[in-house]
């Protein structure tokens, strides 16, 4: 049973962190704003899902997002190619790497991005490291704009 979204505060939590993520002008850093996109993605996954973690990821890749992503990749092919190229992306908690091999494949996608994250908020990316912020940015600007449509239903509910 997904989430109660006429909630309106837990509606807001997901539209208001997804705003902040998209703000450029008091969020510059990359970093921030793909932290502020994380909240708001688990925030709905985990509502929707009524699961946390992989769990969560795992559902999310049977979502909606789903049809999103093979609606929109042709503007996300070339953040794609780059996140592929990237090569094998270490799990930093001791667990396997993991590696983009192939670009449409949207299930190991969100592995990958979710590894990122992993690594990221486990303390394993600098914000002054050119390699991870381009990592971060990558995962940032392939996730977001596959959000944007469960974010707007939320916003017009």
């Known amino acids: 049973?997904?989430?109660?979204w006429s909630n309106r505060y837990l509606r807001e939590i997901v539209v208001k962190w997804f705003d902040r993520s998209q703000d450029h002008g008091d969020w510059k850093n990359v970093f921030d704003r793909f932290i502020f996109l994380w909240i708001a993605f688990d925030a709905w996954g985990s509502n929707e899902s009524k699961a946390i973690n992989d769990k969560m990821i795992d559902w999310a890749k049977t979502s909606p997002l789903k049809d999103v992503f093979r609606q929109i990749r042709p503007n996300l092919e070339d953040d794609l190619r780059r996140l592929h190229e990237k090569g094998e992306i270490p799990?930093?908690?001791?667990?396997p790497s993991i590696w983009l091999e192939d670009p449409h494949d949207f299930h190991r996608l969100l592995d990958v991005i979710y590894q990122i994250r992993n690594n990221l908020f486990h303390g394993h990316k600098s914000p002054d490291d050119v390699g991870d912020e381009e990592l971060v940015t990558l995962a940032y600007r392939i996730l977001s704009p596959i959000f944007k449509p469960s974010v707007e239903n939320l916003r017009g509910s």
Do not use: S
């Open 91 to 95: 799990n930093h908690m001791g667990g």
């Open 1 to 4: 049973m997904p989430a109660d």
